[in-house]
Nanobody, 122 residues
Framework: QVQLVESGGGSVQAGGSLTLTCAAS?????LAWFRQAPGKEREGVAH????????TYADSVKGRFTISRDNAKMTVTLQMNSLKLEETAMYYC??????????????????WGQGTQVTVSS
């Protein structure tokens, strides 16, 4: 079992930047960031293989968000730039991906952090 703790959320103006960090209690082959706005489904934002750092992004964040990992510290970071109003949401870290299932699907993941709130204002 892997425990995940997110941090770094907060309030930022549209166009600003935030960096989220997920600290894992154990090693995970892959990790991902999701977000969920009130009344909306949880959606995948970014995914990373911890072995080689290979990353995949949702189309909506490509070119603005960067996911990276520090295996020594067992952390995964999500650098978010040029934030938009509609990206206000609770952001979650996930681990324990079921092999063969799409990373964007929340049901593919077994372990979740408690989330960190990101609020983007005008």
């Amino acid at each position: 079992q892997v425990q995940l703790v997110e941090s770094g959320g907060g309030s930022v103006q549209a166009g600003g930047s935030l960096t989220l960090t997920c600290a894992a209690s154990g090693w995970a082959f892959t990790l991902a960031w999701f977000r969920q706005a009130p009344g909306k489904e949880r959606e995948g934002v970014a995914h990373i293989y911890t072995s080689n750092g290979r990353a995949t992004y949702a189309d909506s964040v490509k070119g603005r968000f960067t996911i990276s990992r520090d295996n020594a510290k067992m952390t995964v970071t999500l650098q978010m730039n040029s934030l938009k109003l509609e990206e206000t949401a609770m952001y979650y870290c996930a681990a324990g991906q079921t092999p063969g299932r799409k990373w964007e699907n929340p049901l593919s993941w077994s372990y979740w952090g408690q989330g960190t709130q990101v609020t983007v204002s005008s």
